[in-house]
């Protein structure tokens, strides 16, 4: 499996931007999706996950209210909208897919088998 982000970018505090993730040879339907990011000495942090099959998300109490992840069936792409972006969400977002997740792990990076390369958020004035 083979994914990819993308929608990446420089964006002044306040701004938004949507990030995608798509596969390669496969449905990403097929696959509970998630979005982490890491900045530059920091570990590697849930940002929002989608079911597999679904359209029900889960998430942490700090991440809901400015990201929300959403699929495109139409794309094939699990979305990630960003708003009100803040100088802290600076970060290398990846997004990572799993056959299953149960709940006690589906926030920790090693319930996800695969991961695409990532794409730079900057948030900067």
């Known amino acids: 499996v083979q994914l990819q982000a993308s929608g990446g970018g420089l964006v002044q505090p306040g701004g938004s931007l949507r990030l995608s993730c798509a596969a390669s040879?496969?449905?990403?339907?097929?696959?509970?999706i998630a979005w982490f990011r890491q900045a530059p000495g920091k570990d590697r942090e849930f940002v929002a996950g989608?079911?597999?099959?679904?359209?029900?998300?889960y998430g942490t109490d700090s991440m809901k209210g400015r990201f929300t992840i959403s699929r495109d069936r139409a794309k094939s792409t699990v979305d990630l909208q960003m708003n009100s972006l803040e100088l802290e969400d600076t970060a290398i977002y990846y997004c990572?897919?799993?056959?299953?997740?149960?709940?006690?792990?589906?926030?920790?990076?090693?319930?996800?088998?695969?991961w695409g390369p990532g794409t730079q958020v900057t948030v900067s004035s």
């Open positions: 040879g496969v449905t990403v339907d097929n696959f509970a």
């Open positions: 989608i079911f597999r099959g679904s359209r029900e998300t």
């Open positions: 990572a897919a799993s056959t299953s997740v149960i709940w006690s792990t589906q926030t920790t990076p090693n319930a996800y088998a695969y």
